[in-house]
C-alpha cells in the first residue's frame, strides 16, 4: 500500500506544478512521473503514474485540512513509486528557482537539464544548488 507520506508528496508535487506557469509544468515530468491535482465539489483528486495512464487516484474532502486524509480510488504498485521522491525535489527546486526569477538564466536551466541527464543514467537526480 502508499504511505500516507508518499501520498502527501504527490499532492505537493501536483500544488507545486500548477503554481507554475504552463511554459514550466513539463520540466515536473521529466522523470517520467506524471502528477495532477484538481480541486472541485469541495474536494482534492490526485492522479498520478504514468503519461497516459495513473497508477494511483487518491480524493481528499476539503474539510480534511491542513492534512488530507486520503481516500485510496485507485492503486498498482510499480517502478514509478521510486520517481515520488526525486520528482518532489525536483519540483520543489523548479519553483523555487521560478519565484527568484532565475528560471530565465540560462546557467539554472543549465543546471536542470544537467540534473535530469544524471538522473537518466544513474537513477538518481544530479546536484542542484540553492
Known amino acids: 500500500m502508499l504511505s500516507e507520506g508518499y501520498m502527501n508528496h504527490l499532492h505537493s508535487i501536483g500544488i507545486a506544478k500548477t503554481s507554475l506557469p504552463l511554459s514550466l509544468r513539463e520540466w515536473c515530468n521529466k522523470l517520467g512521473l506524471y502528477v495532477q491535482v484538481n480541486d472541485s465539489r469541495g474536494a482534492t483528486t490526485v492522479k498520478a503514474g504514468g503519461k497516459f495512464i495513473a497508477k494511483v487516484h487518491l480524493r481528499a474532502e476539503y ?34 528557482q521560478y519565484y527568484k526569477g532565475a528560471m530565465e538564466i540560462p546557467s539554472t536551466v543549465n543546471q536542470l537539464k544537467s540534473a535530469i541527464e544524471v538522473f537518466r543514467r544513474t537513477g538518481r537526480l544530479g546536484p542542484l544548488d540553492e
Open 63 to 96: 474539510a480534511s485540512r491542513p492534512y488530507p486524509t486520503w481516500e485510496v480510488k485507485k492503486y498498482e504498485p510499480g517502478d514509478w513509486e521510486a520517481l515520488i521522491e526525486p520528482t518532489l525535489q525536483l519540483s520543489g527546486w523548479i519553483c523555487q
